[in-house]
């Protein structure tokens, strides 16, 4: 009789595991790592850019004349000069459009985005993506000098090319996962995305200081050099699928084989469905929903944050590096933490998927809203332990992105994955817009009260998910997607049409069944 350990292995379909530390699974998930870094530093950098691109308000040339005679003096002309290098006269409202710029092509493109990673081979998606916006990141310096106007339109075109990225992402780490190993797998290629926002600020400030490289130019230059290395690698090292890199050992894509029966590598054609029914389908909104309060938390943590902490605590949280980079930090580790306990959970102690999303999203929504709690109700004199707090928060909260529902498409429809990706990102991204506005509505006089009132706001999203997640939550595969065309019926390839109609499953038939067992 076998032992009961062995019994809760074979039920999640456990079999020989072949060493993830010398695999090349590990090596695909650690190269969507840099390629997500390398993204989020380009998404990133303007916002720090800008500070080296447009002139601060100019002195009258008296007021210059005397600076510059005291600056030969004490042979600091140089520091003087140089807080005049902006190149631009941008107002206040022409630059919050262009920081915006990027989202507005992103959202609105997010949803045909994953369309297109269902429909084409993702590894050529991600490689496109990369070179497409190494070419507009090449462009922006010199066109931005001909008109101001070149940036916004260039700004949203890279936002539009990089919206496939992350769903054809999100596919390659699932074809290229083992029994349990897609959220640690994950949790680590997603890390690379906090890693990168957390790398643009440095980054940036250093070369906008070069400037026998071009100041603020070379930072558009070294993100799009950056892309484009990326991209030749990708063609080199990425695939689809385990099945087709010509790289791997016989033994990992025969493991990798047996755990991804629901991979739909060949992209198979299957009947069409209208967008209307995955907008009806609860699955698809819990996850858009959990996309969306983890952005809008993520959101009034990381913008609103340092103004909460100067004007409620009167502590300048960017003044100290350390502190600064502790939120990314716990990003960091949450996120590939998440993974690793919901294999443990799933693989190890023989728990449901469904169980095991809701036990890490009870943890990943309930600690932060313990934390931010506590952090609202502080005395103003405890800033170290309200940054602290607040950095635990952020990274609990991504327990729920690594483990919760929104990674979870796979479980509901493996073959859609892309556009499932597409619509709960769609949604989930809204909160850039919105938390700054909600934030600025509601704290005018920037008081301790006023802030305590908004982030109630949060803490109180945070509960009502965790409560929709933990009654409603299924990770089952959803009747829209629960067979899929023999390849004999499968029709030809569908054009894209104005419905945006996605391909479905359709009721497998007795003779279907009878001709597969005839093969097999």
Not at 49 to 66: H, Y
Not at 311 to 320: K, L, R
Not at 408 to 419: F, H, V
């Amino acid at each position: 009789m076998a032992a009961p350990q062995q019994m809760k292995k074979e039920e999640v379909g456990f079999q020989q595991p072949c060493s993830l530390l010398t695999s090349w699974r590990l090596r695909i998930t650690l190269f969507c790592t840099l390629g997500g870094m390398v993204l989020m530093i380009a998404r990133a950098q303007t916002s720090f850019a800008i500070l080296c691109m447009v002139q601060d308000e100019l002195p009258s040339e008296g007021d210059v004349k005397t600076s510059n005679d005291s600056a030969r003096q004490s042979g600091q002309l140089d520091e003087t000069v140089s807080s005049y290098q902006g190149e631009f006269l941008w107002d206040k409202p022409f630059q919050g459009l262009v920081l915006s710029a990027y989202f507005y092509g992103y959202v609105a493109t997010l949803i045909p985005a994953g369309w297109l990673t269902d429909r084409l081979r993702n590894h050529r998606v991600l490689a496109v993506s990369a070179v497409v916006q190494a070419g507009i990141l090449a462009l922006m310096p010199e066109l931005t000098r001909l008109h101001r106007y070149s940036f916004i339109v260039l700004r949203i075109l890279q936002g539009a090319a990089a919206s496939v990225f992350f769903p054809a992402f999100n596919v390659v780490i699932r074809n290229w996962s083992g029994a349990g190993e897609f959220p640690l797998l994950f949790g680590l290629a997603w890390s690379g995305t906090y890693l990168g926002s957390a790398a643009a600020f440095p980054l940036s400030s250093t070369l906008c200081q070069q400037h026998q490289l071009g100041g603020w130019t070379a930072i558009y230059y070294g993100s799009g050099l950056g892309l484009a290395l990326w991209a030749i690698l990708a063609c080199v090292m990425l695939n689809e699928t385990p099945q087709h890199m010509r790289f791997i050992s016989g033994v990992e894509k025969s493991f990798l084989a047996s755990h991804n029966g629901d991979s739909r590598s060949n992209k198979e054609q299957v009947l069409p469905v209208s967008l209307c029914v995955l907008m009806r389908n609860l699955q698809v909104w819990i996850i858009s929903l959990s996309y969306f309060v983890v952005a809008w938390f993520f959101a009034a943590m990381n913008i609103t944050l340092p103004t909460f902490m100067k004007e409620g605590f009167d502590f300048d949280i960017e003044e100290n590096g350390f502190l600064s980079a502790l939120p990314s930090l716990c990003m960091c580790l949450f996120v590939v933490l998440g993974g690793k306990m919901f294999a443990y959970l799933h693989v190890n102690r023989g728990i449901s998927k469904t169980n095991g999303r809701k036990i890490m999203s009870m943890i990943g929504l309930l600690l932060p809203s313990c934390c931010m709690a506590v952090l609202i109700l502080l005395p103003a004199s405890q800033r170290i332990l309200g940054v602290l707090l607040s950095s635990v928060a952020v990274g609990a909260s991504c327990l729920v992105t690594s483990a919760g529902p929104v990674t979870a498409a796979g479980d509901l429809a493996p073959q859609y994955t892309g556009i499932i990706c597409g619509i709960a990102a769609s949604i989930g991204n809204t909160p850039g817009f919105l938390v700054p506005l909600v934030a600025a509505a509601m704290t005018p006089n920037g008081t301790l009260q006023e802030w305590r009132w908004f982030f109630s706001i949060t803490v109180a999203l945070m509960v009502l998910l965790a409560v929709l997640i933990g009654t409603l939550w299924r990770s089952e595969l959803q009747p829209f997607a629960a067979a899929v065309l023999p390849p004999a019926a499968a029709p030809g390839p569908q054009p894209f049409t104005g419905s945006m109609e996605f391909p479905t499953a359709a009721p497998a038939t007795a003779s279907g069944a009878a001709t597969e067992a005839e093969a097999a």
